[in-house]
């Protein structure tokens, strides 16, 4: 298993950036990936970016295209999500995840196909 600690939101203003982290502890699988989600309150959680941590393919949500990155540090086991041109929309609270891909099938974007989460950390975004 995997134990997730997610770090680094807090309040920004509209347009302003942000960067979120997520720390990866425990036994990392040998072929896998990581992203993240967001859940408003009142709303479903929403696929935000991922990454796979060989090959390094990211991929996006609509709503954060151009705007949000998604890197990774292998020597730390960490992932980074770099949010710029924030929207009060973005406000949320943001959940790291990983996904096992060995002998797997990835549904990047359906929060069902990952295995293990962090906690979260609150994003909020003023007008």
């Known amino acids: 298993q995997v134990h997730l600690v997610e770090s680094g939101g807090g309040l920004v203003q509209a347009g302003g950036s942000l960067r979120l982290s997520c720390a990866a502890s425990?036994?990392?699988?040998?072929?896998?990936?990581m992203g993240w989600f967001r859940q408003a309150p009142g709303k479903e959680r929403e696929f935000v970016a991922a990454i796979s941590w060989s090959v390094g393919s990211t991929y996006y949500g609509d709503s954060v295209k151009g705007r949000f990155t998604i890197t990774r540090d292998s020597t730390k086991n960490t992932v980074y999500l770099q949010m710029n041109s924030l929207k009060p929309e973005d406000t949320a609270v943001y959940y790291c995840?990983?996904?096992?891909?060995?002998?797997?099938?990835?549904?990047?974007?359906?929060?069902?196909?990952?295995?293990?989460w962090g906690q979260g950390t609150q994003v909020t975004v003023s007008s």
């Open positions: 425990g036994r990392t699988f040998s072929s896998w990936a």
């Open positions: 995840t990983t996904k096992n891909l060995r002998g797997r099938t990835w549904t990047v974007f359906d929060r069902w196909s990952y295995d293990d």
